[in-house]
Structures are given as structure tokens and as C-alpha cells.
């Protein structure tokens, strides 16, 4: 069975700065891609970054240049880097594993509330 684990949310004044990590537990098929979501309340589940096996990155227009994606395929754990963190990105962060099967994975959410 397999699991992912998130980590890392907490309670941040605007410009601070926090760090997710996303751990899989179990065996995942040759992952292709990893990525991280956030749904803030009333609102749409959105895509916030995304990076593939090779490394190639992509991120939503709202966070470029405040977040960075990164992975250790070995460890089969992903991370978000988020600084200047503003009250609009106060959501639940949910990390996403895709395999090369098409098959999705996704953690359980980390609550990040951005507040003075």
C-alpha cells in the first residue's frame, strides 16, 4: 500500500517563509512526474508545481519566483520551497506522485495559513 506523507505546513506572517516535503512510503512504479496542489477554501483544487523525473519544472503564474520544486528520486520525496509567502496561499497543500502507468497518488494535505 502505498502512502504519501506531507509535511511542513504551519502558521506564517506574510513574507515568511516554510518548506513542504512530501515522502512516499511503499513501492510506486517508476514515477514520472511530482507535484504539489493547493485548494484554498471555497475555491477549486489548483496546480501549483509540478517536476518531472528529468527535472524540468513548472509553476503556476501566481507563485513563480517565490516557490521552488525539487526532488530526490531516491528517497522518493518531493519539496516546495515557498518564501514571500503571501495571505493568497494560505490553502491545504497536497503533494501528487504520477507513475509512468498513469496511475495518481496523493497525500492526505498540509494546512499553510499565511497571517499576521
Known amino acids: 500500500q502505498v502512502q504519501l506523507v506531507e509535511s511542513g505546513g504551519d502558521l506564517v506572517q506574510p513574507g515568511g517563509s516554510l518548506r513542504l516535503s512530501c515522502a512516499a512510503s511503499?513501492?510506486?512504479?517508476?514515477?514520472?512526474?511530482m507535484g504539489w496542489y493547493r485548494q484554498a477554501p471555497g475555491k477549486q483544487r489548483e496546480l501549483v508545481a509540478t517536476i518531472t523525473r528529468g527535472g524540468s519544472t513548472n509553476y503556476a503564474d501566481s507563485v513563480k519566483a517565490r516557490f521552488t520544486i525539487s526532488r530526490d528520486t531516491s528517497k522518493n520525496t518531493v519539496f516546495l520551497l515557498m518564501n514571500s509567502l503571501k495571505p493568497e496561499d494560505t490553502a491545504v497543500y497536497y503533494c501528487?506522485?504520477?507513475?509512468?502507468?498513469?496511475?495518481?497518488?496523493w497525500g492526505q494535505g498540509t494546512q499553510v495559513t499565511v497571517s499576521s
Open positions: 501528487n506522485f504520477r507513475n509512468g502507468r498513469g496511475d495518481d497518488y
Open positions: 511503499g513501492s510506486i512504479f517508476r514515477i514520472t512526474i
